[in-house]
């Protein structure tokens, strides 16, 4: 049985950081890509994200790039999203997702998803 538990979500004031941790278990967790999804209320769930199986190849979405950064540790089978300068745009509930295709933005190519984290950036 796969999972994904998500940690380190919170409230943080805006130009604060936040470390997100997302633990997989049941799956061999070097043929998967991680990826950080986000979603903030009223709006559709957005990539954040990845890391490829592959190369540890990254990729982020625009509107993170320079403050948030993706890695992951293959012996604590664990992926990690470090938040810096955070904003209150970037208030939503932060998902972790793995997937076997190597290098996908796609919400549909994620096979496993985590319950979700809660993070709220104040103004």
């Known amino acids: 049985q796969v999972q994904l538990v998500e940690s380190g979500g919170g409230l943080v004031q805006a130009g604060g950081s936040l470390r997100l941790a997302c633990l997989a278990s049941g799956l061999t967790f070097s043929r998967y890509s991680m990826a950080w999804f986000r979603q903030a209320p009223g709006k559709e769930r957005e990539f954040v994200t990845y890391i490829s199986w592959a190369l540890s190849r990254t990729t982020y979405v625009d509107s993170v790039k320079g403050r948030f950064t993706i890695s992951k540790d293959s012996a604590k089978n664990t992926v990690y999203l470090q938040m810096n300068s955070l904003k209150p745009e970037d208030t939503a509930v932060y998902y972790c997702?793995?997937?076997?295709?190597?290098?996908?933005?796609?919400?549909?190519?994620?096979?496993?998803w985590g319950q979700g984290t809660q993070v709220t950036v104040s103004s």
């Open positions: 997702a793995a997937s076997r295709v190597r290098d996908s933005r796609v919400y549909d190519d994620y096979e496993y």
